[in-house]
């Protein structure tokens, strides 16, 4: 056989090699598994959207955020702001990751083991009704969840800041920021 004859042929594989695959229906995405079969811990949900769904006509998916103190957001979400749980995972020695719901946003928070980052400062907003009738609503909860907490442990998962009157993207707006650990911030902004 000629070399020509033998690069043809090989040319002819070749393009059938890669024609082939795009006729073919792509294989199911499957969900990941738990890297440490050994941690014992309930079945771990799976961050979709079914399990936080998002408004209508939305595109935005979640947002990640890095913490050095995983703890500290766990009692933010859970005891304040009551959001729903929908992943946890541990992998010892590398990383535990937080997956909540929160107002249709799915905010999944990562503690690096191996190298601790703090948070820095992150900003999430959302548009509410009753600015007050939240404020009062949160304050009541945290004072609740963290009774047992000192002023400045109680400071380090949340504190609170009630802005009436200022000018938010362009509109006059009551406006309650809940400061977090690390410079994590939720911000409710009320039209007037």
């Known amino acids: 056989m000629s070399l020509k004859r033998v690069n043809q042929w090989i040319r002819s594989r070749l393009s059938i090699g ?10 199911p995405l499957v969900p990941a598994q738990e890297a440490t079969p050994n ?16 408004a209508v006509g939305e595109t935005f998916e979640n947002i990640q955020i890095e913490t050095a103190d995983l703890r500290l957001h766990e009692q933010l979400f859970e005891s304040v702001f009551h959001a729903a749980l929908v992943q946890s995972l541990d992998h010892p020695q590398i990383d535990r990751i937080r997956a909540y719901c929160y107002r ?26 009753d600015v007050a009738a939240l404020h009062q609503e949160l304050e009541v909860t945290a004072r609740t969840a963290f009774a047992n907490l000192d002023r400045e442990q109680r400071e ?17 707006v009551d406006r309650l920021e809940v400061y977090g650990p690390e410079g994590f911030l939720v911000g409710f902004d009320q039209s007037q």
Not at 21 to 27: F, I
């Open 104 to 129: 249709h946003v799915l905010v999944v928070i990562r503690q690096d083991l191996r190298t601790p980052r703090p948070t820095g400062w992150v900003q999430l907003n959302f548009v509410v009704k």
């Open 156 to 172: 380090q998962i949340v504190r609170f800041r009630m802005k009436p009157g200022v000018m938010r993207n362009h509109r006059k």
């Open 18 to 27: 890669l024609i082939v695959p795009l006729y073919l229906s792509p294989a």
């Open 39 to 54: 941690v014992s811990q309930p079945e771990v949900e799976r961050t979709t959207s079914a399990h936080c769904p998002l």
